[in-house]
Every structure is written in C-alpha cells, then in structure tokens.
C-alpha cells in the first residue's frame, strides 16, 4: 500500500512569510509524528497526535510553530513568520497504534525548507 | 536525559570491507533501540530493531545486538555494497513513550 506522503517536496520561502507543509500517513494509521532534521543535527521530535487525543506539542520550538490534523489522517505543521534557522527537512511519521513499546515508526520523504 | 550518541562520519569503505558503526545510548528505564537508514533522496527506512537486552536485530545482511552492559547497539556489516552508501541513524524509544530519541547520523559512502 502506499506510504507517508508529504507535500511539498521542496518549499523556499523568505524571512518572516508563513509556510504551510502537509503530510499524508498510512491509512488506518492512529499515530502520527512531526520531526525536524536541521543540517549536522540529528533528528528532532516536535509534535504527536494520537486519535482524538490532545497532541503532544512538547517539541515544538516556539510559538510559531503549530500543527493540526483533520479526521484524524491528513496533518498540516505551520511556521508563521518563517526564520533562516528554520531552514530543515520536515519529517512526517505515522504508526499504527501509537502506544505499543517499541513500535515501528515509518517516515515519509520529508519536504526541504529553506528560508532565504 | 535519554540521548543516543553514533560515531561521526563519513565513513569511507571499499565495497566488500567489514563495517561498524558504533552507537550508545543513555535512558532511563528498558528501551527499544532501532537503526533506521536513509538512501539519498529517500525517506528513513526502518533497518532492523531490538527491544530487549541481548536482542539482535538483523536485516539486509546489517546486525546489531542490544548489549545492555555496555549500553551499546553497534552495527556491523561483513561486506558492504556501493548500494550500502546511505546515512544510518540509531535511535531509542523508552518504555511508555512514543518519541523517538535519534543520533545525529553516520553517512557510509562505499567505492566500487
């Protein structure tokens, strides 16, 4: 079946514009996960949603950061007045249950923000 | 905190050398260790997992066993491929969460 889809693939934005990127999971997947991949860093955990429960967003690392998912599938991370320290690849994960120890997590392709 | 720390690369080999990348971990209580990689242009890729001590996991030929006496999780791969050329990220979950802990990445580059 088809994986984690993201959108867009590429995004160039300048200084202090609002980006918007979108994330597909797997279907049937409850769990979903935003993760940020800065330049020499390793992975950064920013935000968790698990069914109707209220996400996790003890990741995200200001206040313009922000994420929603829709039904429960589609989720969309939004950085207002965007930064060049923003500049990263935006992952999306998705899992299917969220709460399993040890549960595999699969990525989509990520999308790559450069702020100019 | 639980932090997860991999050699740093890049790591240059010639096709059909022995490989090990090393990684160790700090955590508080029993985690699940993973070595995810990411071909370029590709998205992570779950490589193999182990979820207790003593566990290996293996994959594509890659092994890695959870040593819990020396917090490690090394991988190794006896003869590597060109198509080996990838990042690969060692990460650990703790029990009762759902947040990935990742290292910062070794990039393998193999030579024909």
């Known amino acids: 079946g088809a994986g984690v889809s993201q959108s867009p693939s590429n995004k160039v934005t300048e200084k202090g514009k609002d980006v918007e990127l979108r994330c597909d999971p797997i279907?049937?997947?409850?769990?979903l996960y935003w993760y940020r991949q800065s330049l020499g860093q390793g992975l950064e955990f920013l935000i968790y949603?698990?069914?109707?429960?209220?996400?996790?967003k003890s990741g995200l690392p200001s206040d313009r950061f922000s994420a929603e998912r829709t039904g429960g599938s589609v989720s969309t991370l939004t950085i207002q007045r965007t930064q060049q320290e923003d500049s990263a690849v935006y992952l999306c994960?998705?899992?299917?249950?969220?709460?399993?120890?040890?549960?595999?997590?699969?990525f989509g392709p990520g999308t790559r923000l450069l702020v100019l | 905190g639980d932090s997860v720390t991999q050699m740093e690369g890049p790591v240059t080999l010639s096709e059909e050398a022995f490989l090990t990348i090393n990684c160790t971990y700090t955590a508080t209580g029993y985690p699940s260790l993973f070595w995810y990689v990411q071909y370029p242009g590709e998205g992570l890729q779950l490589l193999l997992k182990?979820?207790?001590?003593?566990d290996k996991g293996s994959n594509k030929g890659f092994e890695a066993t959870y040593r819990k006496e020396t917090t490690s999780f090394h991988l190794e791969k006896g003869s590597v491929q060109v198509s080996d050329s990838a990042v690969y990220f060692c990460?650990?979950?703790?029990?009762?969460?759902?947040?990935?802990?990742f290292g910062t990445g070794t990039r393998l580059k193999v030579l024909a």
């Open positions: 182990a979820t207790k001590a003593d």
């Open positions: 990460a650990l979950i703790t029990s009762g969460t759902y947040k990935y802990i």
């Open positions: 949603f698990q069914g109707n429960s209220a996400p996790d």
């Open positions: 994960a998705s899992s299917p249950g969220g709460t399993s120890l040890g549960e595999t997590q699969y």
């Open positions: 279907s049937g997947h409850t769990a």
